[in-house]
């Protein structure tokens, strides 16, 4: 069993910052990627970022690229992502989640089988 917990959502204003934290307890393994993903209102649950626990490479959807930055404490067994440059269509309820490194592509929901509940960031305009 793998437990997720996010922190570090609220509201902010366009063109700011946010950190977004994700403690993982539990089984931890190297052999774990960890995921962001974000889900807004009327639309389906999208990627974001991952990370591999093991050697921190990283992939990004192409709307965060250069925006958002993920990182992983492994002493703190805490997965992070950093939030620049905001925008109103960054709103979304923001959920970590944790895959096997080899089940299958970061990038899509069904390889990752524990999932946090779940974080809100609000962008206003």
């Known amino acids: 069993q793998v437990q997720l917990v996010e922190s570090g959502g609220g509201l902010m204003q366009a063109g700011g910052s946010v950190r977004l934290s994700c403690a993982v307890s539990?089984?931890?393994?190297?052999?774990?990627?960890m995921g962001w993903f974000r889900q807004a209102p009327g639309k389906e649950r999208e990627f974001v970022a991952s990370i591999a626990w093991s050697d921190g490479s990283t992939d990004y959807a192409g709307s965060v690229k250069g925006r958002f930055t993920i990182s992983r404490d492994n002493a703190k067994n805490t997965v992070y992502l950093q939030m620049n440059s905001l925008k109103p269509e960054d709103t979304a309820v923001y959920s970590c989640a944790v895959k096997l490194v080899y089940a299958g592509s970061s990038y899509a929901e069904s390889p990752y089988y524990y999932w946090g509940q779940g974080t809100q960031v609000t962008v206003s305009s």
């Open positions: 539990g089984r931890t393994s190297s052999r774990y990627t």
